[in-house]
């Protein structure tokens, strides 16, 4: 999740109206056999770098397909869940596939947005993908996406910053509040870059004390327990007492330039966030970027498991060749691809023989990672969820509101918004 929900990937509205393909009159068949017409598809990964790597493959697709032209959008990934629903709704702008965060499939799919893909081409060698990819992709028992990319979170540090402080990285929270202090103490630096403005950076922390958002199998609220108000107090802590610096506004902009340019040591991110670091200048030594598994808290240890998942439009005009493209982008190679070049981690289990794969160190070390990463809820409610976190998560940190009334306000919030649970 780009993670960044505020990642910074811009395209003009006119672009949207433009390339939509429910008004295309190419809408493309394959009486003759051969794959043709348009296929619409809505990219929401990382403008500068991501992109550039899923756009190219996309163009692969259209050399194997000459008659099938891939309009290539990319939308940020902060407006592109709403667009698609507002598209869909209106039955006119909505793309052919869409890259949906794993979180948005079960709530697109309970509307009726998206086509189900069951026996269709889009899942070749389905046995392939990871159980846990997988999970994502379901809804009342029906396949409605196919896993693109998978992914957890871990802390990224400094190592020069590290040798010089003479710390290595931390394996709890405890661990993090002496490194950071050291770190202070030897370079002037502050320890932990702690994004404020995206609930989805502080579920580690809620998971790390034993706590989770709701518990989907008993249609139960959880984040107003004592686990919950104890992440809260968590992270309160870490910026009060200096471990952390914070930022309630453009936070994933804030905290890659701050750890990009030096001025924290560490920062709590994902996979999808390496390209962009390695354009820092204090990475210009790749090896000088360091990954470890996030913190424990005082009850476990656990990052949230996200990923993307590329889904077809149920009202597309081109749904053989939308299949077929689809099952090319979450392809053995094209995975490999995404791995090498990107460090992406392939949703396919063959796809980490590759030599791409194997030669990438952040792959190696994501991958156990997500094997052990806690699932989220996946039900239609699900993406819902992380906007009143937000909203109490980044009133705690700019201390606007105590943690028990964070948590107890996100609970109420939830149950208004799951009718029925406890």
């Known amino acids: 999740m780009r993670r960044g929900i505020t990642a910074t990937a811009l395209v003009a509205a006119l672009a949207l109206a433009a390339t939509a393909c429910g008004s295309d009159d190419e809408t493309g068949s394959k009486s003759s056999g051969e794959l043709s017409g348009t296929v619409t ?8 770098s991501e992109d550039k790597v899923f756009k190219k493959l996309a163009e692969g ?11 290539y959008v990319n939308v940020p990934f902060g407006e592109a869940q709403n667009k698609f629903k507002n598209a869909a709704q209106a039955g006119d702008g909505a793309p052919d596939v869409i890259r949906s965060e794993v979180a948005w499939t079960p709530d697109f799919a309970n509307l009726g947005y998206l086509a189900p893909l069951d026996g269709t081409a889009a899942l070749k060698n389905q046995d392939d993908f990871l159980k846990q990819a997988v999970a994502s992709t379901k809804y009342e028992d029906k396949t409605f996406a196919v896993p693109q990319v998978i992914d957890s979170m871990g802390v990224f540090y400094n190592k020069k910053m590290f040798k010089e402080a003479g710390v290595e990285a931390p394996a709890n929270l405890d661990d993090l509040k002496t490194v950071a202090k050291k770190i202070k103490d030897k370079t ?3 320890g932990l870059y702690l994004r404020g403005d995206d609930p989805y ?3 580690s922390f809620l998971y790390g004390e034993g706590g989770d958002m ?3 199998g008993s249609k139960s609220v959880t984040i107003d327990k004592p686990e919950g108000v104890k992440a809260f107090k968590a992270v309160k802590e870490l910026v009060d007492d200096g471990t952390a610096k914070t930022d309630a506004s453009d936070g994933w902009e804030n905290m890659m330039q701050a750890f990009k340019n030096g001025d924290v040591a560490m920062m709590i991110n994902g996979p999808w966030a390496v390209a962009d670091t390695l354009t820092g200048s204090e990475f210009t030594d790749k090896g000088n970027l360091g990954v470890a598994p996030v913190p424990a808290g005082s009850a476990a240890q656990g990052a949230p498991q996200g990923g993307h998942n590329l ?3 149920a009202g597309s005009k081109n749904l053989e060749a939308s299949y077929a493209f689809v099952e090319y982008m979450t392809s053995v190679d094209s995975q490999a691809t995404a791995a090498g070049e990107l460090n992406l981690l392939p949703t396919r289990t063959s796809a980490y023989a ?3 794969a194997v030669d990438s160190e952040i792959v190696g070390f994501f991958k156990p990672v997500v094997e ?3 699932e989220r809820p996946w039900i239609p409610e699900g993406g819902s969820l992380f906007e009143p976190l937000r909203v109490e998560y980044t009133k705690v940190l700019t201390g606007q509101t105590t943690p028990e009334k964070a948590a107890k306000a996100t609970g109420d919030s939830y149950r208004k918004l799951l009718e029925g649970w406890k």
């Open 372 to 374: 052990t990463a806690v």
């Open 354 to 356: 590759k030599k791409e």
């Open 214 to 216: 709701v518990d989907a």
């Open 41 to 48: 598809w809505w990219d929401t990964s990382s403008v500068g």
């Open 61 to 71: 697709f259209e050399k194997k397909h000459p008659k099938v032209d891939v309009k």
């Open 311 to 313: 889904a077809v439009y």
């Open 201 to 203: 950076y502080f579920l």
């Open 188 to 190: 002037g630096k502050t």
